[in-house]
């Protein structure tokens, strides 16, 4: 009788031990499909990331670590530089790993002038997606799209043909006023209007015809090229890397160093009857490594003093951001 308990005890602690292992290698096979799935996904992220350098990453990574920093001092000395200024100054700074933003008079109303380019881009690229619109199609110029205004491309005259797409890089990367009306006829009736409200963005008057915009508002329209919220990836990395091509690079370009991509859109505007009513803007994605961030900066001044301050502004920013810590 003994012996045959022995016997039963002994078959117990064999099937315990067989049954530890099954899962001790049930756990390990599981673990390492894991892993795998992990490195893969991994893998397919860091492709993707790379398919589209100039959109958020936050996109592609599920929890990045976002680098935390103290924007109290920057604020202070934007203030600061706020009260320096007698004329008209918004301001709008976004941390776009955080999400931290500063605001000085960023809810003031300014016309928006050719920043409002880029929404018209946007609705144009939306169609496209949505097949109402042919990137390839040629469209002539007709008299009511010229304008020698802002760009070049009035001077092939009346009848001369451009694709759409031609017509978005020469609006957004040189604010060319002729290739935005040509836009504006495809897209019509309310681009603007209808990016807007999309993105919930609220308008104003200002001086002049036109929608009004400020700092705060319109960065969102850069968040959304930023974050894909509007557009495509590949359309919304597109617009962006048209941005970085723009020749006007006197104001936030030029606060920055030397090679730090900048996705921006300058905006300029000055009142036919009254040289001393001006709104120089300049609004864009800087992508300083690893702590990039929005900046939108809009000046009711004489084009001298407005592009001094925006180059002061860009570079107190810069400056800031990529020592701080």
């Known amino acids: 009788m003994l012996r045959w308990l022995e016997f039963r005890a002994l078959e117990a602690k064999h099937k315990a031990l067989s049954i530890l292992l099954a899962v001790n290698v049930t756990f390990f096979f599981v673990s390492l499909i894991m892993l795998l799935v992990g490195v893969n996904n991994r893998g397919a992220i860091?492709?993707?990331?790379?398919?589209?350098?100039?959109?958020?990453?936050?996109?592609?990574?599920?929890?990045?670590n976002d680098l935390i920093i103290n924007f109290v001092p920057l604020r202070a000395?934007?203030?600061?530089?706020?009260?320096?200024?007698t004329t008209p100054l918004g301001i709008?700074?976004?941390?776009?790993?955080?999400?931290?933003?500063?605001?000085?008079?960023?809810?003031?109303?300014?016309?928006?002038?050719?920043?409002?380019?880029?929404?018209?881009?946007?609705k144009a690229y939306r169609l496209i997606e949505e097949g109402k619109l042919d990137p390839n199609?040629?469209?002539?110029?007709e008299p009511k799209h010229i304008d020698k205004g802002f760009g070049n491309?009035?001077?092939?005259?009346?009848?001369?043909?451009?694709t759409i797409r031609e017509a978005i890089r020469l609006s957004v990367a040189e604010s060319d006023n002729t290739a935005d009306h040509?836009?504006?006829?495809?897209?019509?009736?309310?681009?603007?209007?209808?990016?807007?409200?999309?993105?919930?963005?609220?308008?104003?008057?200002?001086?002049?015809?036109?929608?009004?915009?400020?700092?705060?508002?319109?960065?969102?329209?850069l968040r959304s090229l930023y974050l894909s919220s509007y557009l495509a990836y590949r359309d919304s990395n597109e617009l962006l890397n048209l941005m970085t091509t723009s020749p006007h690079n006197t104001r936030i370009?030029?606060?920055?160093?030397?090679?730090?991509?900048?996705?921006?859109?300058?905006?300029?505007?000055?009142?036919p009857d009254n040289k001393d009513v001006q709104v120089h803007a300049d609004c864009g994605l800087v992508y300083a490594p690893r702590r990039p961030y929005i900046l939108c900066i809009m000046n009711g001044d004489v084009i001298d003093k407005a592009t001094t301050r925006m180059v002061d502004i860009s570079r107190m920013v810069y400056d800031y951001v990529s020592s701080v810590n």
């Open 182 to 221: 040509i836009l504006r006829d495809l897209v019509e009736p309310r681009p603007v209007s209808d990016v807007f409200d999309y993105l919930d963005i609220d308008t104003g008057l200002a001086a002049g015809p036109g929608a009004g915009v400020t700092t705060r508002g319109f960065s969102s329209v």
């Open 153 to 162: 491309l009035w001077k092939r005259g009346v009848g001369a043909k451009i």
């Open 92 to 122: 709008y700074f976004e941390y776009l790993p955080s999400g931290t933003s500063v605001g000085v008079d960023s809810n003031d109303v300014f016309f928006g002038a050719s920043l409002l380019k880029l929404p018209v881009a946007m």
């Open 253 to 271: 370009v030029a606060g920055v160093p030397e090679g730090i991509k900048v996705a921006h859109k300058v905006g300029i505007y000055q009142q």
């Open 137 to 141: 199609q040629e469209v002539s110029i």
């Open 46 to 64: 860091n492709r993707e990331a790379k398919m589209y350098p100039l959109l958020s990453k936050r996109i592609f990574v599920e929890d990045p």
């Open 77 to 85: 000395r934007l203030e600061a530089y706020r009260k320096s200024v």
